[in-house]
C-alpha cells in the first residue's frame, strides 16, 4: 500500500497509527484513529496500511521472539478496536437484492481481526452477514447456511494447518448433495488464489476490500 501521494499531514498519521498498533500502544492508537477520522482519510487505506502492515510487522516480531504469545493477544483485542472504529466512517454502497453470508474462521483457528474485518466491508456493501465467530466446524457452518437460507459460506483460516478445513466443508457440501445452493468464498494469510481453485471455492479475496468486489461479482 503506497500512500506517498496523500497530503503529508495524512501520510504522517497513518505511520503513528501503524506505529502505535506495532508496539500495542492502546491510548496511542486510538486518540491517532480519531484524528483520522477527524482529517476524513479513507477508513480502507488505514486498514490496509495501518493494520494490516501492523500486523505483517507484528507477526515478524512473535517470529523473532521479540513477541510472544500475550502479545499478539493484546495486538489482536487491539486491531479489532480500531477496525471497528475506523469502520464506522466506510461509505454505504448497497447492493440491490438481499444477499445473506455466512462468515466464520474454520475449525481450530481463532483469529478473528480479518475475519471481522471482511464481514464489516461485506456488511457495508449492502449484504446481510451472519458472523459465526472463531473455531466454526463444517456441520455448524452448514447446519447454519441451511436454517438462515445463506447464500453464502465465507470461510477465514490465518494457519495452514485449519486450511484444509476449508476443503472439508466443500466436500461436505457436494457429499450432502447441496454445493450448487452455497457460493463459498476463502480467504485468510496462508490462503491463495491457486488453493482456492484447488479445493473449488467460488471466490477468493486477499483482504477485506477484494473479500467485497468479489462478493459483488459473484452476486451481480
Ligand atoms: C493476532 C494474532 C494472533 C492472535 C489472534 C487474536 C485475534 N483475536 O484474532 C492469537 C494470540 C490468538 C494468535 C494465536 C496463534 N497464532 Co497467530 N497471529 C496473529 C497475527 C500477529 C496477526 C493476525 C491478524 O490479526 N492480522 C490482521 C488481519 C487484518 O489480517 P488477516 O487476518 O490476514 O486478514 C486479512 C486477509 O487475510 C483477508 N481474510 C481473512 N479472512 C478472510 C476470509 C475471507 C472469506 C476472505 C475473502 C478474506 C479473508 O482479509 C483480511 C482483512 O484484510 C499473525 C501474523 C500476521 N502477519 O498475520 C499471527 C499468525 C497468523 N499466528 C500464527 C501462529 C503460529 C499462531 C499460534 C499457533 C501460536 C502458538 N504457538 O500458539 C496460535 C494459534 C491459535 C489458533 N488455534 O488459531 C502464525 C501462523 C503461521 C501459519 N502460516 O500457519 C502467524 C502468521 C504468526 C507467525 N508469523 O508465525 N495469533
Request: no cysteine; glycine share 8%; aromatic share 6%.
Amino acid at each position: 500500500m503506497d500512500i506517498s501521494n496523500l497530503p503529508e499531514e495524512h501520510q504522517n498519521l497513518l505511520e503513528a497509527l501503524k506505529k502505535a498498533i506495532i508496539e500495542i500502544d492502546e491510548q496511542s492508537a486510538k486518540q491517532i484513529t480519531a484524528a483520522i477520522a477527524e482529517a476524513k482519510i479513507d477508513p480502507n487505506v488505514a486498514i490496509k496500511y495501518a493494520i494490516a502492515q501492523g500486523a505483517a510487522e507484528i507477526g515478524e516480531k512473535f517470529d523473532n521472539g521479540t513477541y510472544f504469545l500475550p502479545h499478539l493477544v493484546m495486538a489482536g483485542d487491539l486491531m479489532d478496536a480500531i477496525g471497528r472504529k475506523l469502520e464506522k466512517n466506510l461509505p454505504k454502497d448497497r447492493i440491490q437484492k438481499k444477499v445473506v453470508i455466512i462468515i466464520g474462521a474454520v475449525q481450530g483457528d481463532m483469529h478473528s481481526v480479518g475475519k471481522n474485518l471482511v464481514a464489516t466491508m461485506l456488511r457495508s456493501g449492502g449484504f446481510e452477514v451472519y458472523d459465526m465467530g472463531v473455531d466454526v466446524t463444517s456441520m455448524a457452518f452448514i447446519d447454519k447456511a441451511k436454517e438462515i437460507n445463506a447464500d453464502m459460506i465465507a470461510l477465514s483460516s490465518l494457519l495452514t494447518t485449519t486450511m484444509p478445513y476449508q476443503k472439508e466443508i466443500i466436500e461436505d457440501l457436494k457429499a450432502m448433495g447441496i454445493r450448487n445452493k452455497y457460493k463459498v468464498m476463502v480467504g485468510g494469510g496462508p490462503v491463495t488464489e491457486k488453493f482456492a481453485k484447488e479445493i473449488g471455492a467460488d471466490g477468493y479475496g486477499k483482504d477485506a476490500i477484494e473479500a467485497l468486489e468479489v462478493a459483488k461479482k459473484l452476486f451481480s
